[in-house]
């Protein structure tokens, strides 16, 4: 999730997480919509603002807030996510405020597999080299009288 200024000069970022699944990154982009949401247009009774002075704003202002809600609240749009995110696209969700842009993005990270490895012949540890094993000298046996 990242802020951007308007005239493009900064950009910050404002969380991030790596996510197994598509369905894992469209549940996080879920979540951060909402605490996003919250952030924008906190309850004025919320227990970290009880000096501040809130002033409601007017009906013209941009309202981020709303548009984060309006998506976290639809399935279909959370099922579009996982489709983007599942076909191996990018999913952006952008809103933007009076001074500010928001992003919440996901995208498809390349998996580096690992070659398949031939099975082990019979006998054998799985990944021991042809020559590696367990050497021990012969034992010698001592007879005593």
């Not at 990242?2 to 549940?27: I, K």
């Not at 959370?78 to 995208?107: H, K, P, Q």
């Not at 080299?129 to 367990?134: K, L, M, T, W």
Request: glycine share 2%; with cysteine; proline share 10%.
């Amino acid at each position: 999730m990242t802020a951007h200024d308007l005239s493009g000069s900064r950009e910050v970022v404002l969380a991030y997480y790596r996510a197994a699944s598509p369905r894992l990154a469209a549940r996080w982009i879920h979540a951060e919509a909402q605490h996003l949401a919250r952030l924008l247009a906190p309850e004025p009774a919320a227990a970290h603002l009880p000096s501040v002075l809130l002033v409601a704003a007017a009906s013209t202002c941009p309202r981020p807030d709303d548009d984060l809600l309006e998506w976290a609240s639809s399935d279909e749009q959370y099922e579009r996510a996982m489709r983007v995110l599942a076909s191996g696209n990018a999913y952006l969700l952008n809103v933007t405020d009076y001074d500010a842009r928001y992003s919440v993005r996901a995208y498809a990270l390349p998996i580096h597999s690992r070659p398949i490895q031939p099975p082990a012949p019979a006998g054998r540890r799985p990944n021991a080299p042809v020559e590696a094993g367990r050497h021990r000298r012969p034992r010698r046996w001592r007879f005593t009288r």
